[in-house]
C-alpha cells in the first residue's frame, strides 16, 4: 500500500471523523462514507487505510466541510487530491502547481481577491487549519 499523498489532510480528516463518530454513531458515519464500521474504527484509531479507503475518506472529507460550510486550506488540499487523483505520481506536482496557478489567475482576471490560503498552498506553505478546520 503507498502512503497516502502529502497533499491529503490525513490527521484533519481523521480528526473530522473522530468529532463525526462522537456526534452522530461510528455506523451512521461509516455509512456516509461508506466504509465498514470496523474499518473506519481502525482509521480512528490511527491506522494508514488502504488507497480506494483514502479516496472514500477525502470525499467524505470535503463533501462534510462543503456541506457545513466550512472550508479551510485542509478542505482546498483534500479537494486537489481527488481533482488529482489518477495523474501518475510523477506528475502530480506539476497537475497540482497548474490548478492553481490557474486558479489564481481566475481571480485575477476576475478582480477578485486571491485567498491567503491559495498563495500559501501556491507557495507550499504548510496549510493554516483556521477555524472549523476539522469539519
Sequence with gaps: ???????VP???????????????SLRAVAR????????LQHFVNGTRPYRST???LTAWYVNRGASRGEFSE???????AILLDGIPEGQQ??????LLDRLTKLH???????PAWLARLRAGEPPDPG?????
Design 1 to 7: 500500500m503507498p502512503p497516502p499523498s502529502p497533499h
Design 10 to 24: 490525513l490527521e484533519a480528516i481523521r480528526e473530522a471523523a473522530r468529532r463525526a463518530v462522537a456526534e452522530i
Design 32 to 39: 456516509s462514507i461508506p466504509m465498514s464500521p470496523m474499518g
Design 54 to 56: 483514502l479516496r472514500k
Design 74 to 80: 485542509e478542505t482546498a488540499q483534500a479537494a486537489l
Design 93 to 98: 506536482a506539476d497537475a497540482r502547481a497548474a
Design 108 to 114: 485575477e482576471d476576475a478582480n477578485t481577491e486571491v
Design 131 to 135: 477555524p472549523g478546520s476539522a469539519g
